[in-house]
């Protein structure tokens, strides 16, 4: 009986003990050692961000906009420091392969948040000669952030003493030379963050104070015109350099210059320079090239390959059949996918997604179909002109799709979006060398795997690729300073075959359109790094597809070296520094 009794609480340890570590494996599923400073750390810079906003609307979730008061930015300085020196004391070397890696991202990304606030400072410091006034709209706001009372007549007092100043500094304004772009936008995006700072002010005792209404109203609104000019006028100042000169095409960006290219590569995890990434670029469309012309061949139009696509392009659906036509490219891809095996797709995946149809206005700077949790077809409208329509439908025809719709939905944007939101969710750290390069990556092994039918499916799917490569071509040129708009946009049409339209508004949204200097370019360089992972992992056998693709969704959305490390199980280094030459093996 004793020994039965013994026999039964072995095996009752060795249950529990088979129970926890299942238990704790599956935790570390979602998290690392790391995650609970994340977490903190966003939600105290949330609280700090909204606290000392410019607007915190009812219920404090208003927007505050991103311009950074000084004495905003000076508290989330602090707000780094303080985390910088709680990471500091991690045992990195005791943490997990997760944790090294977080460790590094997060430390990277809060050094990376500390220069740009600092560099802020260094420009608001620049300016300020112009808001010599700002100190005391500052002061008057101090007793609404607690709701403390005030004296209407004081605060008119104070308002109407205010206007002098500004008008001032109208007058002083035309006397001064002109400024760098970046100066006028910093003093007229400070001149504005102080016009938030007295409407949210003046809404929050106006009709409630009973002496405030009385006093204030009228003065205000006059405080508030006389910034407006002021505004105007500091728009107005900011000298334009050879670079940021409208060239013709109405294009005006803010080329950022090599150095700071460097500087944000090594943000990304990219080792290499511009200059290397132009040239791989141009290894990247030499092959485009070479397959061009063997699908022109095949469609008889020889060498002409111009030719060839310009039949490709005139292959588009009538009007009203775009949606229709995507849905069968979709149902195509995930039917390949499933074939192939080559990963999980969860069915509240397929089930999920939508549809809608995109406005003239927006095709100005996105001439193609858009995706993620929707998709966003391009197509033209009756509203638009006839040579407009013709060079929509043409650029989006269905061959030129085949490429995109898996690109956008499954097992692209659509699926990175859902499982981003249920793997490592605390993991923000949205690389576009991830989302652009995932979905990019797609285009690369479904052509390997045959997805293309036909020579027309192949110049199709072509005309992407060698666009992307184009992309990093034209865009780094561009902040190089060596090429201007317009030549974009004719590099474009010469070397890609894009419709005139189409390609002015690629260059448009690329330089215009709220995207990060490095996002045009990490389409096909993250996609090249998928590549490369993908050969050392699965080519070699030591993962299956499905097993690698699954992994990638699962780790979220980080740069791909960092994937690479935790694949691989890589020692790790808390100086770690970018090093993976990733392109030519």
Aim: aromatic share 12%; net charge positive; hydrophobic share 35%.
């Amino acid at each position: 009986m004793k020994k039965n009794y013994s026999i039964l609480l072995a095996l009752f340890f060795f249950s529990y003990s088979l129970f926890a570590q299942t238990a704790t494996d599956k935790l570390y599923i979602q998290t690392s050692e790391i995650h609970d400073i994340m977490v903190r750390y966003n939600a105290d810079k949330g609280s700090i961000t909204r606290f000392y906003g410019i607007s915190s609307g009812e219920w404090g979730r208003g927007g505050s906009g991103n311009y950074n008061t000084p004495e905003r930015r000076e508290r989330l300085l602090t707000l780094i420091n303080t985390y910088l020196s709680e990471l500091d004391k991690t045992d990195f070397d005791k943490t997990s392969i997760n944790g090294k890696v977080d460790y590094i991202l997060f430390k990277s990304k809060l050094e990376d948040e500390q220069y740009q606030l600092n560099q802020e400072a260094q420009l608001y410091k620049q300016v300020s000669k112009y808001l010599g006034f700002s100190d005391r709209i500052f002061n008057l706001e101090k007793p609404r952030k607690r709701g403390l009372s005030v004296k209407g007549e004081e605060v008119a007092k104070e308002m109407s003493s205010i206007i002098k100043d500004v008008e001032k500094a109208i007058e002083s304004l035309k006397k001064e030379p002109d400024m760098d772009l970046p100066q006028a936008q910093m003093a007229t995006a400070a001149a504005k963050g102080l016009q938030g700072i007295l409407k949210n002010y003046f809404d929050f005792y106006n009709g409630y104070d009973p002496m405030f209404t009385w006093w204030v109203p009228k003065t205000y609104t006059e405080l508030d015109a006389q910034l407006n000019k002021y505004v105007d006028a500091l728009s107005k100042k900011g000298k334009q350099t050879s670079s940021q000169k409208d060239d013709g095409s109405g294009i005006i960006g803010n080329p950022i210059g090599r150095e700071e290219l460097i500087r944000q590569l090594k943000l990304e995890f990219i080792p290499y320079s511009p200059e290397d990434l132009v040239e791989i670029a141009n290894k990247e469309f030499a092959w485009c090239d070479a397959e061009l012309l063997k699908a022109s061949k095949e469609m008889g139009f020889g060498t002409d390959w111009k030719a060839a696509q310009e039949k490709v392009k005139n292959s588009y659906v009538a009007p009203g059949q775009q949606p229709e036509a995507m849905l069968d490219l979709y149902n195509q891809s995930v039917a390949f996918l499933k074939k192939h095996d080559l990963l999980t797709i969860p069915p509240l995946a397929e089930e999920s997604w939508r549809i809608y149809m995109m406005s003239p206005e927006r095709q100005l700077v996105s001439p193609f179909f858009l995706g993620g949790e929707s998709l966003i077809v391009s197509y033209p409208t009756n509203t638009m002109s006839y040579e407009d329509k013709l060079m929509s439908m043409r650029g989006n025809n269905p061959h030129f799709s085949r490429a995109t719709v898996h690109h956008e939905l499954i097992a692209g944007h659509h699926l990175q979006g859902y499982m981003n939101n249920r793997s490592k969710t605390y993991r923000n750290f949205r690389t576009p060398f991830w989302i652009e390069g995932n979905a990019l990556y797609w285009e690369l092994v479904l052509w390997d795997l045959n997805f293309p039918r036909s020579p027309e499916d192949r110049i199709g799917m072509l005309f992407w690729r060698m666009h992307r490569c184009a992309r990093i071509i034209f865009s780094l040129n561009y902040h190089l300073n060596k090429w201007t708009p317009q030549q974009c946009i004719d590099f474009l049409v010469d070397r890609v075959g894009h419709e005139r339209a189409n390609a002015e508004g690629e260059v448009r949204r690329s330089f215009t359109g709220g995207y990060g200097p490095l996002y045009q370019i990490a389409y096909m360089i993250g996609g090249l790094q998928f590549y490369a992972l993908k050969k050392e992992l699965v080519d070699t056998k030591k993962m299956t597809y499905k097993q690698y693709h699954d992994a990638i969704l699962r780790e979220n959305n980080i740069p791909i070296e960092m994937l690479r490390a935790i694949l691989t199980n890589q020692p790790l280094k808390k100086n770690f520094t970018t090093n993976w030459r990733f392109y030519g093996k």
